[in-house]
């Protein structure tokens, strides 16, 4: 089994930063695609920004270039760093990986997911 535990959410005001965290544990051989996705209430869930194993990145347009996805294969680490905070950017944020595992299995896992709140 897998485990992703998210943190470093919370409040901040508008036009403030936060710094996502996401780390796995367990059966892991390898992360292959990272990424973090949101929801809102009464929203779907929608993909903010994603990383590959070899560092391409995806960003939704709503966040280029105001968030940067990074992670630490050495450590099963993924991060979101957010700038530039808007009001329309609150909601759950989740973690989301595919992991290779030791049984030779694909896996996709989420995290527990961390709240994000822009206000002033």
């Known amino acids: 089994q897998v485990q992703l535990v998210e943190s470093g959410g919370g409040l901040v005001q508008p036009g403030g930063s936060l710094r996502l965290s996401c780390a796995a544990s367990g059966n892991i051989v390898s992360i292959n695609i990272a990424g973090w996705y949101r929801q809102a209430p009464g929203k779907q869930r929608e993909l903010v920004a994603s990383?590959?194993?070899?560092?391409?990145?995806n960003y939704a347009d709503s966040v280029k270039g105001r968030f940067t996805v990074s992670r630490d294969n050495a450590k099963n680490m993924v991060f979101l760093q957010m700038n530039s905070l808007r009001p329309e950017d609150t909601a759950v944020y989740y973690c989301?990986?595919?992991?290779?595992?030791?049984?030779?299995?694909?896996?996709?896992?989420w995290g527990q997911g961390t709240q994000v709140t822009v206000s002033s």
């Open positions: 989301n990986v595919d992991v290779w595992r030791s049984d030779f299995r694909l896996t996709n896992y």
């Open positions: 990383i590959t194993r070899g560092g391409s990145t």
